[in-house]
């Protein structure tokens, strides 16, 4: 029987782009369904009783929701092509703790750095710190997981689509403090399962101006 | 080759009790080093420098950090005695529900209830309220939430079966109602029974100690403000 799997997503969101890329490293074919945020549908509402957010996975009718538990899920699920997580204990621990940096710290700094007035040179400097501490576990490996295309790869790439953003709007640039990072970002872009997950630069900027107006931000 | 394993936590941390409860469920032997958060040891640095938090579990010398992370890992290298279902959905789900507990439960109840008072207070009970409905709903046919024995959401929700009778002492006001939450007013009680928790709890009247004194300077730094 084939597998019906269904995104429930925002194309702008961050945390939609791990869940796109995980199913495109699997080579999976699913039906894309766009959320408006402002009015959501019955499907989301149902699936998502406790959060009422995207992304949600409905795999053959069952829904999994929160980005890094859906990415384990398909990584479990389909888990003989492209594995995400490495299969050592050790290792996969890293991979957990890392992404779990991510979505704790660069989130809330990347929030900061538009939405404060008057902090703005503080933000820009703790996020260049924490972007900072992701560049020295990249090391001089090609990808975060190694040799390979790995987790933590698929959960830092859709913050690099907002970095574009933030650079313009916190007036700051990436490539001077972190050139190692935007060597790796660029590397993870020629992937297809990358690049055909991410929203187009100026889309996302236009999206982006339009959010501040909504949060009353000049 | 000998296992060396240390674990590093402080003496009231829920979040190292679950590495405690976890290692306790595995039957694996490890050594404690107790730290102190106004003077933390350099092993404690040098093992988590990005966050510099307890619980730190080392393995052979390499650390791992961060409660759940260290969970997943326990019962991935000690496969005896499962923490986390075979099923992938059933394993999303466990890590869903423990992910809600430390983001939605642990938020509404010691953020907002418990160290806040008047209107604020009242606004995080309503949430704390909601919260503590799913959880109850959860329950439904089950002795825990891993099913007929312990598994890994009632180590990531164990807290609630400590430190809400703490909280509510402190706090002077009623958060669990047996009538209201029966289910999960049973579970907490079967959880602290259990033989491989009951014996692991910090002491009672240091934590009132503790949480009020992080009460009072809580809302007297609130109302200075």
Redesign the interface.
């Known amino acids: 029987m084939a597998d019906e799997i269904i995104l429930l997503d925002f194309w702008p969101s961050m945390f939609g782009m791990k869940v796109r890329i995980a199913l495109a490293e699997k080579g999976l074919k699913y039906e894309y369904r766009d959320e408006d945020l402002f009015n959501k549908g019955p499907l989301l509402l149902e699936m998502n009783p ?1 959060h009422k957010k995207i992304p949600v996975l409905i ?1 053959n009718g ?1 829904p ?3 980005s890094q ?2 990415v ?2 398909i990584d ?2 389909w888990k003989d092509k492209s594995p995400l997580l490495p299969s050592d ?2 290792h ?3 991979a ?2 890392w992404a ?2 991510i979505d704790k710290k660069l989130h809330l700094l990347g929030q900061r750095l538009w939405r404060t007035k008057g902090e703005e040179q503080e933000a820009n400097k703790e996020y260049i710190e924490c972007l900072k ?1 992701l560049e020295g576990e990249l090391g001089d490996k090609p990808y975060f997981g190694g040799e390979n295309f790995g987790f933590v790869d698929v959960n830092l790439m859709p913050y690099f689509s907002w970095l574009y953003v933030f650079e313009i709007a916190a007036n700051f640039s990436i490539e001077a403090e972190c050139p190692k990072l935007i060597t790796w970002a660029k590397r993870c872009m020629e992937k297809e399962s990358v690049s055909t997950s991410l929203p187009d630069r100026q889309k996302l900027y236009d999206f982006f101006l339009q959010l501040k107006k909504w949060h009353g931000i000049e | 080759m000998a296992e060396e394993l240390k674990l590093f936590r402080t003496w009231s941390s829920v979040f190292a009790l679950r590495i405690v409860w976890a290692l306790k469920i595995k039957g694996v032997e490890y050594e404690t080093i107790f730290e102190d958060l106004s003077n933390k040891s350099p092993s404690l640095l040098q093992y988590n420098p ?1 966050h510099k938090k307890v619980p730190v579990l080392v ?1 052979n010398g ?1 650390p ?3 409660s759940l ?2 969970l ?2 326990i019962d ?2 000690w496969r005896e005695t499962p923490l986390l279902p075979e099923d ?2 059933e ?2 789900m466990a ?2 529900w423990a ?2 507990g430390d983001d939605k439960v642990l938020t509404s109840i010691f953020w907002g209830v418990f160290l806040k008072e008047g209107k604020e207070q009242e606004e995080a009970m309503v949430e704390a309220m909601e919260h503590l409905q ?1 959880l109850e709903d959860e329950l439904k046919g089950k002795t825990f939430f891993g099913g007929e024995r312990i598994g890994f959401v009632d180590l990531a929700l164990g807290w609630l079966a400590n430190m809400i009778s703490i909280f509510e002492e402190v706090a002077g006001l009623k958060m669990v109602d047996e009538d209201k939450f029966p289910l999960l007013a049973a579970w907490m009680q079967e959880f602290a029974d259990s033989p491989i928790i009951k014996d692991n709890w910090p002491p009672r009247d240091k934590l009132i100690a503790k949480f009020q004194a992080l009460r009072d300077a809580k809302l007297a730094a609130a109302a200075s403000k």
């Open positions: 406790i795999h069952k999994i929701c929160e538990i859906i384990q899920y479990e699920v204990p050790y996969r621990a890293q957990r703790f779990d940096y501490l | 990005v393995h390499k791992i950090a961060e992370v260290i997943e890992y991935e290298t992938p959905y394993r999303a890590r869903f992910k809600f799913f």
